[in-house]
């Protein structure tokens, strides 16, 4: 039994299309890895790489930047038996999940960050590469001007003492592969103008990203609330007696009394899928028994 599921992010899509197009491609590209017998680590890691490589999504080329203009991304991958590896406020490299995979595969680490993590991609052969489009410098830009008119951005009250976010986009893909192994791989640019530094949820393990013998979770969202909760840890332990679409559930009915937004996608030991969301919508698509479904 294979099963794939891949998200694009939640809060507001305002490029529906783009993200169809987008998340479409990817469980595709990993459904055929998949089919092939080949493992839910290449399948989860090959989703996530195209959806890098797609500026319409907030990861990869295309990142959002951050206050000083700069594309610090972070990525992880893990599997059901807890390897993990990540990379946080990586700057210069075309696919970053590509350079957490190395850490968890080639290091004894499970997280490597900013000029020291650029440095262990370059070793291990990444090439230097600029991910920043012309659409994030205008989006910045125009974003800056607004703050300096006293313009109030959501989740950043204390950025104008420095000076929208727009979160959703980022992106993650969890896989179930021939012999039952689950993987999750996700990727991301973080909050548009978060300061330089910032690390996000995505790569911090049991936040944003977590799998064990339960299954694997994906989050999307606000990453520090998303942090303060434990979101994908919490959902995996809801995992433990409930199915994925159930503890999705219960997992997001929680963090509406906590005020965390976002969205969640998991897949139980079962092989279930499950997604939910309570911002104002999130792009995903799945394949189950052959049937493909784009949100
Ligand atoms: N959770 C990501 C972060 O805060 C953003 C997102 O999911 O869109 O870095």
Not at 40 to 51: E, F, G, N, Q, S
Not at 160 to 165: E, L, T
Not at 246 to 251: G, H, K, N, Q, S
Request: glycine share 10%; hydrophobic share 40%; proline share 2%.
């Amino acid at each position: 039994m294979i099963r794939i599921i891949v998200h694009g992010g939640a809060g507001r899509i305002t490029d529906q299309e783009g993200h169809r197009t987008g998340v479409r491609r990817a469980v595709r590209v990993g459904h055929a890895i998949l089919q092939d017998g080949d493992s839910a680590l290449d399948a989860v890691v090959k989703a996530v790489v195209t959806m890098e490589d797609d500026p319409t999504f907030n990861c990869g080329t295309g990142s959002a930047l951050s206050l000083d203009g700069r594309a610090e991304m972070d990525a992880a991958v893990m599997l059901d038996d807890r390897s993990c590896g990540a990379v946080a406020a990586i700057e210069r490299v075309k696919n970053p999940v590509l350079v957490a995979r190395q850490v968890m595969e080639q290091t004894d680490h499970v997280l490597l960050v900013g000029p020291e993590a650029v440095k262990f991609a370059r070793w291990m052969g990444f090439e230097s590469y600029d991910p920043i489009t012309e659409h994030r410098k205008k989006q910045r830009a125009e974003l800056i001007q607004r703050l300096k008119s006293g313009h109030k951005l959501r989740y950043f009250d204390k950025l104008a003492s420095f000076i929208d976010k727009d979160n959703g986009d980022t992106v993650g893909a969890i896989a179930m592969d021939r012999r039952g192994r689950i993987a999750v791989a996700a990727s991301t640019g973080g909050i548009l103008l978060h300061l330089p530094g910032r690390v996000g949820d995505t790569p911090v393990f049991g936040t944003g990203t977590y799998a064990d013998e339960r299954g694997g979770v994906l989050a999307t969202g606000h990453g520090e609330e998303i942090i303060k909760l434990m979101w994908a840890f919490r959902t995996a332990d809801f995992m433990e007696k409930l199915p994925a679409q159930m503890a999705v559930d219960r997992a997001i009915q929680q963090a509406s009394q906590y005020g965390c937004t976002g969205g969640l996608i998991a897949m139980d030991r079962k092989g279930n899928v499950a997604y939910g969301f309570n911002s104002q919508s999130m792009s995903y698509a799945y394949v189950v028994n052959e049937q493909l479904v784009v949100f």
